[in-house]
Nanobody, 115 residues
């Protein structure tokens, strides 16, 4: 049984910061990538950032320079540091964990940025 659990969401004013965490546990081996996606009401889920086991990261253009993804391979945990938040960052943020065979998703954490 594999669990992916996100935490760290909440309500913040525009310009503020939040740090999301994603922890994968259970019988999961050889994680290749861990990523953050988000889905705003009425919109499709979109990639925010992801990072490989070797530390190679990619970002959506809309968050470059504001968000930073990192991971601790020893803990199967990924983080998303979000700075200079904007109202358009408001969404449910989901963590995706991928190994050679499967893709696992968390339940999501709400991020709300007030103007």
């Amino acid at each position: 049984q594999v669990q992916v659990v996100e935490s760290g969401g909440g309500l913040v004013q525009a310009g503020g910061s939040l740090r999301l965490s994603c922890a994968a546990s259970g019988s999961i081996f050889s994680i290749r990538s861990m990523g953050w996606y988000r889905q705003a009401p009425g919109k499709q889920r979109e990639l925010v950032a992801d990072i490989t086991s070797g530390g190679s990261a990619k970002y959506a253009d809309s968050v470059k320079g504001r968000f930073t993804i990192s991971r601790d391979n020893t803990k199967n945990t990924a983080y998303l540091q979000m700075n200079s938040l904007k109202p358009e960052d408001t969404a449910v943020y989901y963590c995706k964990v991928e190994n050679r065979y499967f893709v696992y998703w968390g339940q999501g954490t709400q991020v709300t940025v007030s103007s």
